[in-house]
């Protein structure tokens, strides 16, 4: 529904040869402590020092499983794209539609506040066409619009959504103002909550006849 199909994964696992379990366990670690720094600090922001100081391990060692701070940004984005795909295969199949596929992935959102952060921080300096990430979150967008607008056509197709509506556009239009809802949910410290408005304009495209 929902997930990224860009690969990154052949970019971070090629950084390292480790390939034990204990090996694999510190790797996990260490993007668990790099996907807190980035989401606080973006990219550019957090060190590869203070990251291993966080990890409990000296900087050398966090460069032998990640030779620098780009391949372990994207040890992280892989274990973003992870997260992501595992939601909407433990969503989508418990929704009666496309739309309420799409307020439980914003009720997720909101238990969550630290994977909205990290994407919220990483795409917005992912602008850039000289960030590390641009690729990747240009590949994010292009395969979300084209699976949320599939989603929608669904949807119209089983009566849910109103027939007249363009599925293409609402599928831009429903990104961006999930975009601005966890970006407002962020600022006001999860205040501002990311589904009730989602799904109150989701009501408008409804179909009555269902």
Do not use: W, Y
């Given at each position: 529904?929902?997930?990224?199909?860009?690969?990154?994964?052949?970019?971070?696992?090629?950084?390292?040869?480790?390939?034990?379990?204990?090996?694999?366990?510190?790797?996990?670690?260490?993007?668990d402590v790099a996907l807190r720094a980035f989401a606080v600090h973006g990219y550019r922001g957090a060190s590869i020092g203070a990251i291993?100081?966080?990890?409990?391990?000296?900087?050398?060692?966090?460069?032998?499983?990640?030779?620098?701070?780009?391949?372990?940004?994207f040890g992280v984005l892989e274990h973003l794209?992870?997260?992501?795909?595992?939601?909407?295969?433990?969503?989508?199949?418990k929704a009666r539609?496309?739309?309420d596929?799409?307020?439980?992935?914003?009720?997720?959102?909101?238990?969550?506040?630290?994977?909205?952060r990290l994407f919220v921080v990483l795409s917005a300096e992912s602008v850039n066409p000289e960030h590390p990430a641009h690729e990747y979150f240009t590949g994010w967008y292009e395969t979300l619009r084209a699976s949320v607008a599939a989603g929608f056509a669904s949807d119209q197709d089983n009566g849910f959504v109103v027939p007249e509506a363009d599925p293409v556009?609402?599928?831009?239009?429903?990104?961006?103002?999930?975009?601005?809802?966890?970006?407002?949910?962020?600022?006001f410290d999860g205040d501002l909550r990311?589904?009730?408005?989602?799904?109150?304009?989701?009501?408008?495209?409804?179909?009555?006849?269902?």
């Open positions: 529904m929902l997930s990224d199909t860009t690969n990154v994964s052949h970019v971070a696992k090629r950084s390292s040869g480790t390939t034990t379990a204990r090996g694999q366990a510190r790797r996990e670690a260490l993007v291993a100081r966080e990890a409990g391990i000296s900087e050398a060692g966090l460069l032998h499983h990640f030779p620098s701070k780009r391949t372990l940004l794209s992870a997260m992501f795909r595992q939601t909407d295969e433990r969503l989508a199949p539609s496309f739309c596929a799409l307020v439980s992935l914003a009720r997720f959102h909101e238990a969550d506040p630290t994977l909205v556009l609402m599928a831009r239009v429903v990104i961006s103002i999930l975009d601005g809802l966890r970006l407002q949910f962020l600022l990311i589904a009730e408005p989602l799904e109150t304009f989701l009501d408008t495209l409804r179909s009555t006849t269902r």
